[in-house]
């Protein structure tokens, strides 16, 4: 059974940073697989980043340049460095794994971890 599990949210002053990191347990994804999303409150969930089958890095625009996709194949764990926070990035944070990298569609999915930016 694959499971993704979030773990690294909290409450943060703007400006300050936070890591969130995701564990896959059930198998083990290829880096195109993953992917991080965000929803807010009232809002709908966007994506964060996602990462192309030749391995670029797509980051919502509303994050370039602060936010940061990493992984530790051993540990079979991807994170999400997040910096210089901004109130706008409050929401709660998934991580989410394709069952085939060329798919489009993200089957798995963690429970997500609250990231609150206070001003």
């Known amino acids: 059974q694959v499971q993704l599990v979030e773990s690294g949210g909290g409450l943060v002053q703007a400006g300050g940073s936070l890591r969130l990191s995701c564990a896959a347990s059930?198998?083990?994804?290829?880096?195109?697989?993953m992917g991080w999303f965000r929803q807010a409150p009232g809002k709908e969930r966007e994506i964060v980043v996602r990462?192309?089958?030749?391995?670029?890095?797509d980051y919502a625009d509303s994050v370039k340049g602060r936010f940061t996709f990493s992984r530790d194949n051993a540990a079979n764990t991807w994170y999400l460095q997040m910096n210089s926070l901004k109130p706008e990035d409050t929401a709660l944070y998934f991580c989410?794994?394709?069952?085939?990298?060329?798919?489009?569609?993200?089957?798995?999915w963690g429970q997500g971890t609250q990231v609150t930016v206070s001003s």
């Open positions: 989410a794994a394709k069952a085939n990298a060329w798919g489009r569609a993200y089957e798995y």
């Open positions: 059930g198998r083990t994804f290829g880096t195109a697989n």
């Open positions: 990462i192309t089958m030749n391995g670029r890095l």
